[in-house]
């Protein structure tokens, strides 16, 4: 699998223009904005556009049609999941409702009091799911491990316009100081998000068929699982309309995880199962496999 490189596409200046879009016209406004940009992408970022199509063509076996379909969409969607971050946290949030698969997976986890590792994808949209958990009625913290090689001037922008994400944030880093910042979270009864599909560069991978193709996977969050003494669940959030997100927790395991191969394969399972589900909110644009 062709590593990620650890940086989201797009511009300060298209940023600026759907903040203040969302913020003086509203999100149908930005969303009809979304069209044209959506396709403008769709015809010309040929590299993640042919990544895409190539995945639908040759995993989920999607004739070329199909593929050219479910790729323009996934394009529209993931445009969609940045304008509905961006609204959420700029006090628009009411406009979004969300239904609670696994809700109480959660509640039970967070009364046990022994935190939770909780394993998600780039299949849907775990930034709106992060900020949405707060609006709940779980009270516990929730920590999201994640590269954070945003550029610096649309990371400052966003911070400033919107207050930023209203999850912790644990920066995966090169002096291993994330382990050490996940274990006092998860003893202090805490909630740690881990992406299970995604490495940079020359990491440590595990091989594990993924729609029938081996692909490789990044060790570590599985590691992790099967070392600490939290409750492991995962855990996906998917748009189901254009306002209405679905949230989904599978059922913790702890004493059944016999090793780190044990949790990447459960995951796999769940990631196959939700990539099945909405293949046009599949948002890893790039080579997937080995080539």
């Given at each position: 699998?062709?590593?990620?490189?650890?940086?989201?596409?797009?511009s300060?200046?298209?940023?600026?223009?759907?903040?203040?879009?969302?913020?003086?016209?509203?999100?149908?406004?930005?969303?009809?904005?979304?069209?044209?940009?959506?396709?403008?992408?769709?015809?010309?970022?040929?590299?993640?556009?042919?990544?895409?199509?190539?995945?639908?063509?040759?995993?989920?076996?999607?004739?070329?049609?199909?593929?050219?379909?479910?790729?323009?969409?996934?394009?529209?969607?993931?445009?969609?999941?940045?304008?509905?971050?961006?609204a959420?946290?700029?006090?628009?949030?009411?406009?979004?409702?969300?239904?609670?698969?696994?809700?109480?997976?959660?509640?039970?986890?967070?009364?046990q009091?022994?935190?939770?590792?909780?394993?998600?994808?780039?299949?849907?949209?775990?930034?709106?799911?992060?900020?949405?958990?707060?609006?709940?009625?779980?009270?516990?913290?929730v920590?999201?491990?994640?590269?954070?090689?945003?550029?610096?001037?649309?990371?400052?922008?966003?911070?400033?316009?919107?207050?930023?994400?209203?999850?912790?944030?644990?920066?995966?880093?090169?002096?291993?100081?994330?382990?050490?910042?996940?274990?006092?979270?998860?003893?202090?009864?805490?909630?740690?998000?881990?992406?299970?599909?995604?490495?940079?560069?020359?990491?440590?991978?595990?091989?594990?068929?993924f729609?029938?193709?081996?692909?490789?996977?990044?060790?570590?969050?599985?590691?992790?699982?099967?070392?600490?003494?939290?409750?492991?669940t995962?855990?996906?959030?998917?748009?189901?309309?254009?306002?209405?997100?679905?949230?989904?927790?599978?059922?913790?395991?702890?004493?059944?995880?016999?090793?780190?191969?044990?949790?990447?394969e459960?995951?796999?399972?769940?990631?196959?199962?939700?990539?099945?589900?909405?293949?046009?909110q599949?948002?890893?644009?790039?080579?997937?496999?080995?080539?």
């Amino acid at each position: 699998m062709a590593s990620w490189d650890g940086k989201s596409r797009g511009s300060l200046l298209g940023y600026k223009i759907f903040v203040l879009t969302i913020k003086w016209g509203g999100v149908h406004l930005a969303y009809a904005l979304l069209k044209i940009v959506s396709f403008y992408f769709f015809l010309f970022a040929k590299k993640p556009r042919k990544a895409i199509e190539d995945f639908y063509i040759n995993a989920l076996k999607m004739d070329s049609q199909l593929a050219k379909k479910t790729c323009r969409k996934n394009f529209r969607l993931i445009g969609q999941s940045i304008i509905d971050k961006v609204a959420f946290l700029s006090g628009k949030g009411d406009k979004y409702g969300f239904a609670f698969d696994g809700h109480d997976i959660l509640v039970d986890l967070e009364k046990q009091g022994k935190g939770g590792i909780l394993i998600s994808g780039h299949v849907g949209n775990w930034d709106i799911a992060g900020n949405m958990l707060k609006s709940t009625d779980l009270t516990v913290p929730v920590n999201v491990v994640m590269f954070e090689n945003e550029v610096q001037a649309i990371k400052k922008f966003m911070d400033q316009e919107t207050g930023g994400n209203r999850f912790k944030v644990i920066s995966i880093g090169n002096d291993l100081s994330h382990i050490i910042q996940i274990n006092a979270a998860l003893n202090k009864g805490e909630f740690v998000c881990i992406h299970g599909d995604r490495f940079v560069g020359k990491v440590k991978t595990m091989t594990v068929p993924f729609f029938g193709r081996d692909a490789r996977f990044p060790a570590g969050p599985f590691e992790i699982a099967a070392k600490f003494k939290a409750p492991v669940t995962f855990v996906f959030n998917v748009k189901k309309s254009d306002f209405e997100y679905q949230l989904s927790a599978t059922k913790p395991i702890r004493e059944e995880i016999t090793s780190a191969q044990d949790v990447v394969e459960r995951y796999v399972d769940i990631l196959e199962e939700k990539t099945r589900q909405y293949p046009e909110q599949w948002f890893n644009y790039y080579d997937f496999y080995n080539t």
